[in-house]
């Protein structure tokens, strides 16, 4: 009885025009994409529109080293890499690819993965390679690497933890797998990390990394012991993975149990892969599957005298392919359903997807008017599932002509579709900017009113670097998606993929019978201007490797970066960008607004360079303390300026408490990432003997290494060394070559090592003008040692104009680079300098800024006082006085010239 009233409420349901699922039998109905009136669209519990942001992401880094330069080469990791890679793109990770790694492709290789990782939550690194245990450290190894002398590891290789540490940064979920453990191949006796130095010996495999919670490292086989490549094509360890990641069955934990086992039997025992898991959640490799779609409701009607009528039924779609079947949950009261063979269909049968769409019903008993009903529930091959209902409304006789237009205007859409998609694919490429998330490839696609449930696209092929999604959700080939979902396909171009265009094929929706036709459409990622000219370097939020500070044109860099900006406002990349070339400009408080307004949406270079201007007081009121606040933030993602920043900050103590051992640590880091600041800021420590014991000879290692990387503070750091023959002989000549370079680069301080040179009469003609104009040029720049030679200089002269010349070189010496001594000394002097003098100068100087202190006669009376507060009011610094208010009027001129405070 209970059954017989539900069906009277489904069969009045259907007279009254079912517009919605049937309580009793619904899933989760997607809506949205359905413009057809003959049915809903209606699928599992995951629903296909589902965005990779509510997902989350999957970001692999592949790295496999075989052809070492220096050391036996290796048989496998080509192969274990391009099998690893196939896998992990099969189970929708973007993968970033690195094969034959020297050391600078291998820091460029990490910070494109890194890179992708900005909205990424699972990040997988595979290595397999040549590593080195290292004291308690494990260093993956490029193939250049050559470890000849004890000072190679630190430029040489990568720490993995670093690594693991950044990737944590950046993602909930860290999977690292380690195919690398082997015996030392480096016959070194010893290495140095930093101040330590390590025994080697012989040592064997790799220790085990520190495990912090989230994170799930595998290794070939336990620490310590040694991992084999095997005798197939792959290592027994890689092959194992290969072999068993794509069973949806296998969860990660149970995935190395079973890879375990293999590759035991695989060597006899001698090779035990081992895993450390600190995961609070499950993770499969094969991604969870959508449910099968279906029409949730099929409305038809039948001529009541008809012997069998179809039924037309959407044939169920399991949108990545695999088996389907439908099993009949509901039959009609009256009439009989048959296939076109004449087997007749009861509830309980089974059917193929194809037989559900071909089902006929027989009228038999049936009236006019009556409503038939029958139920089915779909399943796919992974154990997905929907329900659906399919009304039957038995009629005199068949509206024939309405059922025919309807069809015919359905067929005219797909067809009006159909030609547009082959027209506009074989138009011009589809442009499609790297590092702003999905770009729509077919926006104006007009796909008003088609229906979503029986008309299929099919992924044929897509390129590597592109990631396609329709409805957010991925699409690997074999996929298939409704030409609805045209209007929302995207692709996501890979950072480095700007080099050549990509494509993408597509099958289009057919006649039964006929043959397949396709589109290719082809994708240009390409790099926007403002990408080109104002990426900075190490930046891991960024899509290109970079200009230096030196090589920015402010007037470019705001014209296409403020393009950028309208394009792409949720983007704070842009917005960073365009502070550079403001910095660049001088535009002290514009560049500062510009970068706290980049920290604020997310951009972590911003941080650490608004803490560089807190640190030297550029534009605004110095405080170290929140200097360093930033700094640590940016570091803890990874970001090499930071490291860098916060390691000076740590070993001087400025801004924090001191600690030499944890500064000179993330000064590593950034030696490893390749920041030459840090390595001229060891080199420095190393030649003093200041924080570290010293060693000229590794002063001159770490020099040599930054200027051979074209930077011009190691080219000031060598003609140093050639000037005073510290390491090197001495040569004054080849001192002034360097001097010049890092000059030429626009290094601030280079123009006072030239002047010292002319100064003292080393490989040049002795002569105080020519070291005044050095020492000047250099002033000017921002140098405080420059600043204070042209004091000396001035000092040496007699008359006014040269006394008031010399007190504001002393103000420039104290103010442009306050933690140089040289800025002490400047302070030191101007207390003894002459009061009529510096009243004279800050007279000048608010006269200069239009501020009426009255007559410049070095005597200030209420008139300079006025001025003064009104110059502190308008310019929104702290208000001082003294000596103090000098230094403050002469830093507010100097930074008017717009000086380059961004190559400090």
């Not at 000037?723 to 002034?736: H, I, K, S, V, Y």
Request: with cysteine; hydrophobic share 35%; net charge negative.
């Amino acid at each position: 009885m209970q059954k017989r009233n539900y069906l009277s409420a489904l069969k009045q349901s259907a007279k009254d025009t079912i517009t919605g699922p049937v309580s009793s039998l619904k899933r989760a109905v997607r809506i949205g994409i359905v413009g057809f009136p003959l049915g809903l669209l209606v699928m599992g519990t995951q629903a296909l529109g589902s965005t990779a942001e509510d997902a989350g992401r999957r970001v692999a880094l592949v790295i496999g080293n075989q052809d070492y330069q220096f050391v036996e080469p290796l048989i496998n990791p080509l192969n274990d890499t391009k099998e690893i890679t196939r896998v992990l793109q099969e189970a929708d990770f973007d993968v970033t690819v690195g094969t034959n790694l020297g050391k600078k492709e291998l820091e460029k290789v990490v910070r494109r993965f890194l890179r992708e990782l900005n909205d990424g939550d699972t990040a997988l690194f595979y290595y397999s390679g040549h590593a080195l245990q290292v004291g308690e450290s494990n260093f993956i190894l490029p193939v250049d690497a050559k470890l000849a002398s004890e000072y190679d590891l630190e430029f040489e290789s990568l720490k993995v933890s670093h690594l693991l540490d950044y990737m944590k940064a950046a993602s909930s979920m860290q999977i690292v797998m380690l195919d690398s453990c082997r015996d030392n191949p480096f016959e070194i006796g010893s290495l140095f990390w930093g101040e330590e130095e390590y025994s080697l010996g012989k040592t064997r495999g790799l220790r085990r990394i520190p495990n912090k919670l989230g994170s799930f490292i595998s290794y070939a086989t336990r620490p310590g012991q040694v991992a084999y490549d095997g005798e197939g094509p792959l290592s027994p360890f890689t092959s194992s993975v290969v072999g068993n990641a794509l069973d949806p069955s296998l969860e990660i934990k149970d995935l190395m149990t079973k890879v375990r086992d293999e590759v035991v039997r695989k060597t006899g025992g001698q090779q035990i892969p081992y895993e450390d898991s600190t995961l609070v959640t499950n993770f499969y490799f094969v991604p969870p599957k959508p449910e099968p779609i279906v029409t949730a409701h099929h409305r038809v009607s039948v001529p009541v005298s008809s012997a069998g009528s179809p039924l037309a039924i959407p044939e169920p779609v399991q949108p990545e392919g695999g088996a389907i079947q439908a099993t009949l949950t509901l039959s009609p009261e009256k009439g009989e359903l048959r296939l076109p063979g004449g087997r007749a269909i009861a509830e309980g049968d089974t059917l193929s997807a194809v037989e559900l769409a071909s089902l006929e019903f027989i009228p038999d008993g049936s009236g006019s008017g009556d409503v038939e009903l029958i139920g089915y529930e779909v399943q796919d091959e992974w154990g997905g599932s929907a329900s659906a209902i399919a009304s039957i409304t038995v009629v005199q006789a068949a509206p024939v002509a309405d059922k025919t237009e309807l069809e015919a205007e359905r067929k005219k859409r797909l067809d009006d579709l159909v030609a547009w998609l082959t027209d506009t694919s074989k138009g011009t490429a589809v442009e499609a900017d790297v590092g702003v998330g999905p770009v729509e490839i077919y926006p104006d696609a007009p796909v008003e009113g088609l229906p979503a449930t029986d008309d299929w696209l099919k992924v044929v092929s897509v390129d590597g670097d592109l990631q396609l999604a329709s409805d957010g959700r991925l699409l690997r080939p074999g996929d298939r998606f409704p030409m609805s979902g045209l209007s929302t396909l995207t692709v996501r171009p890979q950072i480095g993929s700007e080099t050549e265009a990509r494509r993408f094929t597509l099958e289009l929706p057919v006649e039964s019978g006929a043959a397949p036709q396709s589109i290719t459409q082809i994708v240009q990622p390409r790099v926007t201007q403002c990408d080109q000219l104002a990426t900075q370097p190490f930046d891991l939020q960024a899509v290109t490797e970079g200009r230096l500070a030196n090589e920015i044109d402010p007037s470019l860099v705001d014209k296409a970066c403020a393009e950028a900006m309208e394009a792409y406002p949720e983007i704070g990349r842009f917005v960073f960008q365009r502070g550079r070339g403001a910095f660049a400009a001088g535009e002290l408080e514009q560049a500062s607004d510009y970068f706290d307004q980049a920290y604020q949406m997310g951009h972590v270079r911003a941080g650490q360079v608004l803490g560089r201007m807190y640190f030297l007081g550029a534009g605004i009121d110095r405080d170290q303390k929140k200097a360093v606040e930033l700094y640590r933030k940016a570091a803890e993602r990874g970001d090499a300026y930071a490291l860098h920043s916060l390691g000076m900050a740590e070993i001087k103590g400025e801004g924090t408490d001191q600690n030499e051992q944890a500064g000179l640590e993330k000064l590593l880091q950034s030696v490893e990432a390749g920041h030459t600041f840090s390595f001229n800021a060891i080199g420095g420590f190393y030649l003093s003997g200041d924080h570290v014991e010293e060693n000229v000879d590794r002063a001159v290692y770490y020099y040599n290494r930054s200027a051979s990387r074209e930077d011009i503070y190691g080219y000031l750091n060598m003609g140093t060394l050639y000037r005073d023959g510290l390491g090197t002989p001495q040569d004054f000549e080849a001192a002034l070559g360097w001097f010049t370079k890092a000059h030429e680069g626009g290094h601030p301080a280079a123009g006072t090592a030239i002047g010292l040179l002319y100064f003292n009469g080393q490989g040049v003609e002795k002569s105080t003008e020519q070291a005044t104009k050095w020492f000047r040029a250099s002033a000017e720049r921002g140098d405080a040692w420059g600043a204070y030679n042209t004091a000396w200089m001035l000092g040496q002269q007699s008359g006014e104009a040269a006394g008031r010349d010399r007190i504001r070189m002393l103000a420039m010496a104290a103010t442009v680079d306050p933690s140089s001594s040289a800025a002490g000394k400047g302070r030191d002097d101007l207390k003894s300098a002459n009061k009529i003098l510096k009243a004279k100068v800050v007279q000048q100087a608010l006269t200069d800024l239009g501020f009426e202190p009255g007559p410049v006669d070095g005597q200030p009376g209420r008139k300079t006082r006025d001025a003064l507060n009104k110059f502190f009011e308008s310019s929104e610094l702290s208000a001082v006085q003294g000596d103090e208010a000098l230094i403050a009027l002469v830093k507010f001129q100097w930074e008017q010239s717009r000086p380059r405070y961004d190559l400090f």
